[in-house]
């Protein structure tokens, strides 16, 4: 009897049904196929994965290994605005004028005073959308009885300082709209489109036209017509102590779009430039000129301060620009809100003191700054070094909170799973939550230095990723 047993046994295993491997064994023999494989043969891997419920940890490779972000950050960063600003807080641009009104004419100036909204003219929400923005603004000027303005409209972005890239930055990247600074007056997100006329292989590429036209900035292209599947490798280099704007690299044939969006140099002067345009249009005289913080440093003059506002624009709450952040990956809106949490927590807002903010309300909640080692709010930096230990244990804080619900609703769907992507060159990562057996799961995977196709490394991530399914 014993040994008919024992037969059956064996034949169970031989079958097909032997024990079920536990998870730990599945995603070890997941990360011990994906480290063997050649595209990592000089990669550095990191996993951590965290039960929610009980905070333990279930599964661990390399936990305390630093490693770059890319827009994994935007995850800590979020977070971090969540919980220092809170769901509902709303940025507050102000609109007014310096001088005094007289029979309809203003002497002094209209300002638009910058509180580091990100949305100010984005087309992604109903009320915040350039057009709406700028017909707030002209009915607010009517309203105070201001038919002729002799004097200047001036675009304030005093209040986030002077440096907009962060430190970190490469110069490839700040041309281009992925690539676009802070600003203490954001507009249209500090981003607009050139349009291209390509042509044959090898040949030049022109520039068509702008949208919308940008008539105080010229256009020198170098780039060039590529084969078929070679993508967009085009590149912008931003004005320095000139008007010129270099375009560079080289623009696939099989491209549909035809265009390319580019950073604002000084998104402020641009919402003054576009006010300005607005009023003459709608027959309200202006006679002095649109003008920033940076054009008024360059003739050493100051903004002056505005007398009266006659207009307060409420930013979207603050739940609908971190949907957005994480959902599209914008850079711009997290570095916002870096500098936004500095000065929450009275600091100047700068994206150091951003960073010093960030760090410091994590190591009250038992978090070492030295695994959260970052320079900038978005990962656009390659010099950020965060352990997954680190990004799964805040990402596991958030399930706590009663916004997390927003918060998991902002990270993308990606293999069928709610997590945030972050890439850089030769770099991919996956950072958010997946529910397995019934318990819910937080991890934290970075490749860094792989080699080869991007696709073929984000498959074989993927198959690591399928065993929390």
Not at 150 to 178: A, C, L, T
Request: proline share 4%.
């Amino acid at each position: 009897m014993k040994i008919k047993r024992l037969l059956t046994l064996s034949f169970l295993f031989v079958a097909g049904y032997a024990p079920t491997q536990s998870l730990q064994q599945k995603l070890q023999a997941a990360m011990n196929k994906l480290q063997a494989d050649s595209q990592c043969r000089y990669a550095s891997i990191s996993l951590t994965v965290l039960d929610v419920n009980s905070g333990q940890e279930v599964f661990s490779v390399n936990p305390s290994m630093g490693l770059a972000t890319a827009s994994t950050l935007k995850t800590i960063t979020t977070i971090t605005a969540f919980n220092v600003l809170g769901k509902d807080f709303r940025y507050q641009t102000k609109f007014g004028y310096s001088g005094s009104i007289s029979n309809g004419t203003l002497n002094g100036d209209l300002i638009i005073k910058g509180s580091g909204d990100p949305t100010l003219g984005s087309w992604r929400y109903e009320g915040s959308k350039e057009e709406h923005i700028l017909s707030l603004m002209v009915d607010a000027v009517r309203k105070a009885g201001i038919k002729k303005v002799n004097g200047r409209v001036i675009g304030d972005d005093s209040i986030f300082g002077s440096q907009s890239i962060p430190d970190g930055w490469i110069y490839e990247d700040i041309g281009n709209y992925y690539g676009a600074g802070t600003s203490g007056l954001c507009w249209r997100e500090n981003q607009y489109e050139v349009k291209l006329h390509t042509g044959e292989i090898g040949t030049p590429i022109t520039v068509s036209r702008t949208m919308p036209a940008m008539p105080y900035l010229t256009f020198k292209s170098e780039l060039l017509n590529a084969p078929a599947h070679t993508g967009d490798a085009s590149y912008a280099y931003p004005p320095i102590n000139s008007n010129m704007v270099y375009l560079r690299g080289t623009y696939a044939e099989d491209q549909t779009k035809k265009s390319i969006a580019l950073a604002l140099p000084d998104p402020a002067y641009d919402a003054a430039f576009r006010l300005l345009d607005t009023l003459k249009e709608l027959g309200i005289t202006v006679t002095g000129l649109a003008e920033s913080t940076t054009t008024l440093a360059a003739k050493k003059n100051t903004i002056p301060v505005a007398t009266q506002n006659i207009l307060a624009i409420s930013s979207p709450e603050l739940s609908k620009i971190i949907y957005w952040t994480n959902q599209k990956s914008i850079n711009l809106y997290a570095e916002q809100l870096l500098k936004t949490i500095a000065w929450k927590m009275g600091k100047q807002p700068s994206t150091a003191n951003g960073v010093k903010a960030l760090q410091d309300f994590w190591q009250q909640k038992g978090i070492d700054p030295n695994s959260l080692n970052v320079f900038d709010g978005s990962g656009l930096s390659p010099a950020d070094r965060v352990t997954t230990t680190t990004l799964a244990t805040i990402l596991l804080s958030a399930t706590k909170e009663p916004w997390y619900h927003d918060f998991y609703e902002s990270l993308p769907i990606y293999n069928d799973m709610h997590m945030k992507s972050g890439s850089i060159i030769n770099v991919l990562n996956y950072a958010g939550y997946q529910t397995h057996d019934g318990r819910q799961l937080c991890f934290s995977i970075m490749v860094n230095n792989y080699n080869g196709s991007g696709k073929e490394i984000k498959a074989k991530i993927f198959r690591v990723l399928d065993e929390l399914k």
